[in-house]
T-cell receptor
Framework: GQNIDQPTEMTATEGAIVQINCTYQ??????LFWYQQHAGEAPTFLSYNVLDGLEEKGRFSSFLSRSKGYSYLLLKELQMKDSASYLCAVKDSNYQLIWGAGTKLIIKP | GAVVSQHPSRVICKSGTSVKIECRSL??????MFWYRQFPKQSLMLMATSNEGSKATYEQGVEKDKFLINHASLTLSTLTVTSAHPEDSSFYIC????????????FGDGTRLSIL
């Protein structure tokens, strides 16, 4: 079957750096996506990776290793507003998005 | 960037009422739209894939007669929750993407449905 694993919850301190990992096993691969979802709101797109390596976008970076079925989302200079759930999703060979359960990130002052 | 509009944002109604939710792609054509449901503190659950001009594809366990989907144009898909009951209360979210490729799905703002 298809599976995406990410930690259920993480805690970090304001101003620090946090890395949220995602591992996947899917039938085919057509890109990996990271979304942010604040409580009670719809997800918003953060980044996508289709080739190995690091994609940087301001305070957020996303890394992909296709051979290892692994990605991480790196958040720098954490702010209180970064408290949210972070969802990892992979497009399989049929271009269907397979979703992880999300990682709830708690930022403490 | 791509924008997806979803209405209404919140619905409160009596048990037995049918509720229609609209999802529009505002600046691109979407041959495929997706409908999700999310219960409090749980992950997104794909309910169905809405295909323009053809029948929707429902995920296992989702009743197609309960959740009617119509995708009549390249910019509009509707989800109707028929004869809603309290257990249908949830956060319903639509999304659409620009073609297959590696383009991300963009989400509407969601509809919070509360059935009394």
């Amino acid at each position: 079957g298809q599976n995406i694993d990410q930690p259920t919850e993480m805690t970090a301190t304001e101003g620090a750096i946090v890395q949220i990992n995602c591992t996947y096993q899917t039938s085919g691969f057509n890109g990996l996506f990271w979304y942010q979802q604040h409580a009670g709101e719809a997800p918003t797109f953060l980044s996508y990776n289709v080739l190995d390596g690091l994609e940087e976008k301001g305070r957020f970076s996303s890394f992909l290793s296709r051979s290892k079925g692994y990605s991480y989302l790196l958040l720098k200079e954490l702010q209180m507003k970064d408290s949210a759930s972070y969802l990892c999703a992979v497009k399989d060979s049929n271009y269907q998005l397979i979703w992880g359960a999300g990682t709830k990130l708690i930022i403490k002052p | 960037g791509a924008v997806v509009s979803q209405h209404p944002s919140r619905v409160i109604c009596k048990s037995g009422t049918s509720v229609k939710i609209e999802c529009r792609s505002l600046d691109f054509q979407a041959t495929t739209m997706f409908w999700y449901r999310q219960f409090p503190k749980q992950s997104l659950m794909l309910m169905a894939t809405s295909n323009e001009g053809s029948k929707a594809t429902y995920e296992q366990g989702v009743e197609k007669d309960k959740f009617l989907i119509n995708h009549a144009s390249l910019t509009l898909s509707t989800l109707t929750v028929t004869s809603a009951h309290p257990e249908d209360s949830s956060f319903y979210i639509c999304s659409a993407g620009q073609g297959k490729g590696n383009q991300p799905q963009h989400f509407g703002d969601g509809t919070r449905l509360s059935i009394l």
